[in-house]
């Protein structure tokens, strides 16, 4: 039997830990080298969700969380596909979400923008990819907000997502921006990735995906790690 | 394909990923109750605190740990923003040894400031002879394995993660 080794992180792709642009990252980035070490069962493993985790709005949040109406902003849907580098689907994975509410502003408590909070709108959301990897969510476009790193910093449209995938070495955390967005250009966030990396993090408008009358469509696929072999070769 | 580049999880996780912790009206899907100390009476705690480059505790980190050993598998999470002093505490059980190795909990760590999550193992002070003889304890120059083991108080393991300077936690690439 021989052993699978899931891939390292893509450097020319992903982020260096130390960008200090965006200036939280000067006294939190590890300074020495990481070490490279052997993956056993714990890193080829991860944690199992399933559909019995998820409540049956948890995926719509313009209804998960309303008190006396429906959230105010832009209908959106947002769909893709999982996979990993090998382009095989990941089925049956978590994706948990959470963003500002169309004005820009986060229910979490710290958030101190003056912007107004919206009662039907949480922001939180999660549900399971299918068994060919795919998933969807309905939600509100999230607004542009200010934040402190420097002068007029604000930060552009964006969801933030979470994904667990085949084990935890595949685990991601990462913000799906929107096409077009000006403010790109000026997010030391967005600019810490890449240059080859960065479109990855942008939706497509999805006319296909759009729902007449009710939500516009955006289309965002994911890639995690892969592997040097496909897993059915050890069982 | 390419890999999706990561992205930091920002100061505003809490109702989106631990939101009964920190009191939001939405279901939490994991916590740091990994095993209820009422029904485990092996049950143990870990706990420790998270520090930046100028020793300050880190109010906002996101803490998850796993523990494989092919007997339990166990996942916990926690914020680091809930706890008076700032700490993860998780209530879970010890991993038992797999294949002669020292038994560890696998950490992975997320805070604003991070645009790739960390990864980290929580080692035990109680097990001098298996980690004396762990492959992967062995990688690590020696002078910086004690930032991985957790030392031992009671049913207490506590294991501080420092982000930088001359304690600075041994991160891995896994």
């Known amino acids: ?235 | 394909m390419r890999q999706t580049p990561s992205q930091t999880v920002g100061p505003y996780f809490a109702y989106g990923l631990t939101p009964e912790q920190y009191i939001y009206d939405f279901k939490s899907l994991a916590n740091n109750l990994m095993v209820n100390p009422l029904d485990h009476e092996e049950a143990i705690t870990i706990m420790g605190k998270v520090f930046d480059g100028q020793g300050v505790v880190i109010p906002d980190a996101l803490i998850e740990i796993w523990q494989n050993d092919g007997q339990n598998q166990l996942f916990g999470r926690f914020g680091t923003g809930t706890d008076a002093e700032n700490r993860f505490i998780f209530h879970t059980i010890k991993p038992v040894s797999v294949n002669g190795q020292a038994p560890y909990v696998s950490v992975i760590i997320f805070m604003r400031g991070q645009q790739l999550h960390s990864y980290t193992r929580l080692y035990f002070s109680d097990e001098t002879e298996l980690n004396s003889k762990d492959e992967v304890l062995n990688v690590v120059p020696e002078d910086r394995r004690h930032t991985l083991i957790a030392k031992k108080k009671g049913n207490i393991y506590e294991l501080n993660i420092y982000m930088q300077g001359d304690n600075e936690t041994v991160f891995f690439d896994i």
């Open chain 1, 1 to 235: 039997m021989s052993q699978i080794i899931y891939n390292s992180f893509d450097r020319e792709v992903q982020p260096a830990y130390l960008t200090p642009e965006y200036k939280s990252t000067i006294f939190r980035a590890p300074q020495k080298p990481l070490v490279l070490i052997k993956q056993s069962l714990s890193e080829l493993t991860g944690p199992v969700f399933g559909d019995f985790n998820v409540g049956p709005l948890d995926h719509d949040l313009t209804k998960n969380t309303v008190k006396n109406g429906e959230p105010i902003g832009e209908r959106i849907v947002v769909h893709g596909k999982v996979m990993n580098e090998n382009g095989q689907p990941i089925p049956n994975t978590l994706i948990e979400i959470w963003q500002a509410n169309s004005a820009g502003r986060y229910v979490h408590k710290v958030d101190q923008h003056e912007a107004p909070l919206d009662p039907n709108f949480l922001g939180a959301g999660r549900c399971m990819t299918d068994a060919n990897g795919n998933y969807k969510f309905y939600t509100i476009k999230p607004g542009a907000y200010p934040w402190g790193n420097h002068y007029n910093a604000w930060r552009p449209n964006h969801i933030h997502f979470s994904l667990f995938g085949a084990n935890i070495t595949n685990r991601l955390v990462t913000q799906m921006y929107f096409p077009g967005d000006p403010l790109l250009n000026y997010d030391p966030v967005f600019l810490s990735v890449p240059p080859k990396g960065r479109e990855l993090l942008v939706c497509e408008f999805d006319l296909g995906a759009t729902e007449p009358s009710f939500a516009l469509g955006y289309r965002f696929d994911f890639v995690l790690r892969g592997h040097n072999q496909t897993p059915f070769e050890t069982l």
